[in-house]
């Protein structure tokens, strides 16, 4: 409507006044922005008729203009602020999630498989474009240095089931595995390695586990050259579209299986089959035998199909 309006003042003028098309055009633009020059030529009465009914029409479409942009500008403004504070509210309640501390290839890779399960997570990530890709599918996630205390902080560290360092460099995420441990004794730490130097640092820092990218993929390619029959089986573990999966379940002090062996447990006719025990002092016991008795705190790792894992992760047998 702005663009449109010097225009039609421009026509008539040149209709009612019989003026060029430039000065009917300036004209219109001197009357329309009010600058308070003087007419290009003398007006007849028709003319300065026409001259107030611009005026007023310019005036109201400028002001109607403004209050449209004004709502727009006030809109976004809202919308911003509405989007920040549900954000800082789901950070400040979320409980036994995951943080994620860079979203790269793997850091989107591992939320992509942790919003599958429909787990709760935090992403940490500096890259503004990453971060809006991150909160266009409703993920949470923080603006900041993974390595920074505040963030990890800001991130719910202290309400934390668990962490994932799995930034670009080794020397950032020894920096978040410290920072963690110092922040969280007790805390799950999961750390990206690309060497066996970084990694042995890393675990010495306070790394629970350490994933050495090029020395796990160098012992899986090494395993599929000598036995390619096992390459199936690798599939069904790492394929993401497959409902088989593999899940540790904790044996707490009300478990069904707690004081049981693995006969009589009822896991097998559950769907899923106990492929090995960590004991609560750290031992393993792999394979397990049918007549090893479940004790509490063991920690049972099970194959099965997902739906299945799922019922006796409920505990219903």
């Given at each position: ?95 036994h999630h995951f943080i994620i501390c860079g979203a790269g290839r793997m850091g989107w890779a591992l939320a ?206």
């Amino acid at each position: 409507m702005l663009l449109t309006l010097p225009f039609i003042g421009a026509m008539g003028f040149h209709l009612i006044e019989g003026w060029g098309w430039f000065d009917s055009l300036y004209m219109s633009l001197i009357t329309l922005t009010t600058v308070g020059y003087m007419e290009v030529h003398p007006l007849s009465e028709a003319g300065r008729a026409f001259v107030m009914v611009l005026l007023v029409l310019g005036l109201s479409v400028f002001i109607y203009s403004l209050a449209a942009l004004g709502e727009v500008i006030v809109r976004t403004e809202l919308y911003g602020w509405r989007g920040n504070r549900q954000m800082t509210r789901a950070l400040e309640e979320i409980q036994h999630h995951f943080i994620i501390c860079g979203a790269g290839r793997m850091g989107w890779a591992l939320a992509l498989e942790l919003a599958d399960q429909s787990l709760p997570f935090v992403i940490v990530e500096r890259d503004e474009t990453i971060l809006d890709r991150c909160r266009d599918r409703g993920w949470l996630a923080v603006e900041g240095d993974a390595t920074d205390d505040d963030i990890l902080a800001e991130a719910g560290i202290a309400r934390a089931r668990g962490i994932a360092a799995v930034l670009s460099s080794d020397a950032d995420n020894l920096y978040v595995v410290l920072s963690a441990r110092l922040l969280r004794g007790d805390l799950q730490i999961i750390a990206r390695s690309t060497d066996e130097a970084s990694s042995a640092k890393m675990r010495k820092a306070g790394a629970n586990r350490v994933i050495s990218l090029y020395h796990t993929s160098a012992i899986k390619m090494a395993q599929l050259l000598v036995k390619p029959s096992l390459e199936d089986f690798f599939e069904v573990l790492s394929t993401r579209d497959l409902e088989v999966d593999l899940a540790e379940l904790h044996v707490g002090k009300d478990s069904p299986w707690r004081d049981k062996t693995l006969s009589e447990s009822g896991l097998s006719r559950a769907g899923v089959i106990v492929v090995g025990i960590r004991r609560a002092d750290g031992s393993i016991v792999l394979p397990p035998s049918s007549s090893d008795k479940v004790a509490e705190n063991d920690c049972l790792l099970v194959l099965g199909k997902s739906q299945s894992i799922a019922r006796v992760s409920a505990g219903s047998l």
